[in-house]
């Protein structure tokens, strides 16, 4: 199992950027596709990007493609997610996760984006 740590939320203006990074620790980090999946308030946790084990392969939800960009590290068992242009809509709880959604939850970190 990996434990999986989010960070880098905030509160930000509608167009403005963030950068998500998602600490892994676990020595098979490298093995897992990893994921980004986002939950607001009084919806469904919902998938948004994920990048496979090497980072050569990467997809994303129609509603963030284009603005967001999944990427990793693996000699520093991290996932990141930059967010440009940032949208009200965008406003979440954003956590990490294999991309099959297998391991245990983190706390996530919240994004915040202000009209």
């Known amino acids: 199992q990996l434990q999986l740590v989010e960070s880098g939320g905030g509160l930000v203006q509608a167009g403005g950027s963030l950068r998500l990074s998602c600490a892994a620790s676990?020595?098979?980090?490298?093995?897992?596709?990893m994921g980004w999946f986002r939950q607001a308030p009084g919806k469904e946790r919902e998938f948004v990007a994920a990048?496979?084990?090497?980072?050569?392969?990467?997809n994303y939800a129609d509603s963030v493609k284009g603005r967001f960009t999944i990427s990793r590290d693996n000699a520093k068992n991290t996932v990141y997610l930059q967010m440009n242009s940032l949208k009200p809509e965008d406003t979440a709880v954003y956590y990490c996760?294999?991309?099959?959604?297998?391991?245990?939850w983190g706390q996530g970190t919240q994004v915040t984006v202000s009209s």
């Open positions: 676990g020595r098979t980090f490298s093995s897992y596709n």
């Open positions: 990048i496979n084990w090497n980072g050569g392969i990467t």
């Open positions: 996760n294999a991309a099959d959604r297998s391991q245990n």
